[in-house]
């Protein structure tokens, strides 16, 4: 700021660091605003960065620091102001003075300016009156902040919650009505804010007031259409103790994570799906990957996740079941993955809530902390009674047949991305691997500007139907963060398709066999040529031999694996 003002500009700290110094809190990082403009801030200070599109920023860095620098916005120019349908707006580098700054802030109590040159806070619009006061109050008519930026709502929350701030009534009144517009944000700018709602020691208050006004609702869909139909306080007790728990962590300055916060927000959603899957018939370790798999898939098109914490909250919760099996060497194997721990803190929680056995929870304590010897002792089977005959009934009768699987990506190591879902197929008890090709590379079939890809193909015998080969499929794709679109012939971490089942031909809504084009596709013909015995005919369309002689490579090449 002296730098600034030595240079010949005016400014002044502003916002959330003057509203907390005066309740006297520490302000986490401060704002600094100015009459120089974005590229006159970065003359000034070499270690700057320009940011932001819709309003220009300076990123003062000082180690790890770093200081924005925002220059005064001006009153609204509609030659230049640019608005969504909607009402938001999208671009708005307009600058003007402080005086015309202020209006362009929030809320009152974040339009507080301290002056350096003698020490004073300056206020226009009555912010010294509405924070000693105690209350929030949205800058010029609410309806129209709102629709300008919806994220408001939110921080009027996050505000009112973590300040012990009354909203004022006129910035209260739109916000049911006007909570559909977050439906416009970004899901990465979601994510953020959620984040800065949750993990600020109030979440648990933070909840009750976003569910009051209709927002978690918006930002949780079907969660919140849960919570409105619960069974004996559950799941909001569930969260609710979740969210208390984090609260405690933060306030003895402990650590809290997004997977964990988001892994509780959407566990019910899991079990519900769970078992729309196993209504499908659908084996119980496949029926709950695929439940998770679909939970996440449709909560990050409202908030995106990023792949490392839906990751993670896979781990937490597939660790779940396996809690369960507490005999040999599963528990040993359990104890050393290296989210144990935030899976066993879910457990914890589970119990807690009556969502899982108490005892199960006090076994698996005992079990971590206790000697070498009292572990092997705990996991000791049962010994049988020898004087009962024991028999093992095989089922002679279940068919095997045989499939082969198209496998085949361009993104994130692409050639890696094989070897991991291949080693994921073999570890199923339903495949066994007959043949597995060559890497071959191939160009993309779609939009140039992509990665070649790199395909094989895998010769299998399975016992389990052609529907439930294709969702075990699936679950693999999304394991590894296949990302579903519309669009056709997009890049992707790993795609993977159930090409032959059998000599069964199949055409229903969701699968196709003998997959679509494969006899026009070189990337799938010459792999599965090279597994496939001479003898193999494809149902419908003839001899793999005679086929073979209508593919020509189409710059197909094979690759060291």
């Avoid at 040159?117 to 008519?141: C, N, R, T």
Wanted: aromatic fraction near 10%.
């Amino acid at each position: 700021m002296y730098r600034l003002k030595n240079t010949g500009y005016d400014a002044y700290l502003v916002g959330g660091c003057v509203r907390d110094l005066l309740l006297g809190y520490e302000p986490k990082d401060f704002d600094v605003v100015t009459n120089a403009s974005p590229e006159q801030v970065k003359k000034v200070f070499r270690n700057c960065r320009l940011i932001g599109r819709r309003f220009r920023l300076a990123h003062v860095h000082f180690g790890r620091e770093i200081i924005e620098v925002a220059t005064f916005r001006g009153a609204a120019d509609p030659d230049q102001n640019i608005l969504h349908e909607d009402g938001r707006l999208i671009s708005d580098n307009v600058f003007g003075k402080i005086e015309e700054d202020v209006w362009r802030r929030d809320f009152s109590i974040n339009a507080l300016y301290y002056n350096i040159q003698d020490f004073s806070v300056i206020d226009y619009i009555g912010g010294m009156e509405d924070h000693s006061a105690g209350l929030l109050k949205l800058i010029g008519e609410a309806e129209t902040r709102y629709r300008e930026d919806p994220v408001r709502m939110l921080r009027a929350v996050r505000f009112a919650v973590k300040l012990g701030f009354k909203i004022d009534g006129d910035t209260e009144k739109p916000l049911n009505n006007s909570a559909h517009l977050l439906e416009s944000i970004p899901g990465a700018r979601l994510y953020d804010e959620v984040l800065k709602l949750f993990h600020a020691g109030k979440g648990l208050q933070t909840f009750e007031m976003l569910r009051h006004y209709g927002l978690f609702a918006i930002l949780f869909p079907d969660i919140d259409h849960l919570l409105n139909q619960e069974k004996e306080n559950f799941p909001n007790l569930f969260i609710a103790k979740a969210l208390e728990n984090s609260d405690r962590r933060i306030s003895d300055g402990k650590s809290v994570t997004p997977y964990f916060l988001f892994s509780v927000l959407l566990w019910e959603s899991v079990q519900v799906q769970f078992q729309k899957e196993q209504q499908q018939e659908t084996p119980d370790s496949l029926a709950f990957q695929t439940a998770c798999s679909r939970v996440i898939s449709k909560q990050v098109k409202t908030i995106s996740m990023p792949k490392r914490v839906t990751q993670a909250m896979r781990d937490v919760w597939f660790m779940q079941p396996r809690f369960n099996f507490r005999t040999g060497s599963r528990p040993f194997k359990l104890l050393a993955q290296p989210r144990f721990r935030a899976a066993y803190d879910f457990l914890l929680l589970r119990a807690e809530t009556g969502d899982a056995e108490e005892e199960l929870a006090n076994w698996w304590t005992k079990f971590q902390f206790a000697t070498e010897a009292e572990q092997r002792r705990m996991t000791r089977p049962k010994k049988k009674n020898k004087n009962k005959k024991t028999s093992r009934t095989k089922n002679n009768n279940q068919s095997n047949y045989e499939a082969y699987i198209g496998l085949g990506s361009n993104l994130d190591n692409p050639v890696n991305q094989i070897k991991l879902a291949r080693n994921a197929l073999k570890q199923r008890k339903e495949i066994q691997e007959l043949g597995f090709s060559s890497l071959y590379s191939s160009p993309p079939m779609g939009p140039v500007d992509q990665p070649d890809y790199v395909n094989a193909v895998m010769r299998i015998k399975t016992n389990i139907t052609a529907q439930s080969l294709l969702k075990l499929l699936q679950s693999i794709e999304n394991d590894q963060g296949r990302v579903r679109t519309d669009e056709r012939w997009t890049a992707r971490t790993l795609d993977l398709d159930l090409l032959l089942y059998a000599d069964q031909q199949i055409n229903s809504s969701d699968l196709t066999i003998p997959h679509m084009g494969m006899i026009e596709r070189a990337f799938v013909m010459h792999p599965l040529n090279e597994i496939a015995p001479d003898s193999l005919t494809i149902p419908g369309l003839g001899p793999m031999s005679d086929l073979m002689n209508q593919c020509p490579l189409n710059g197909l090449e094979k690759i060291d694996s």
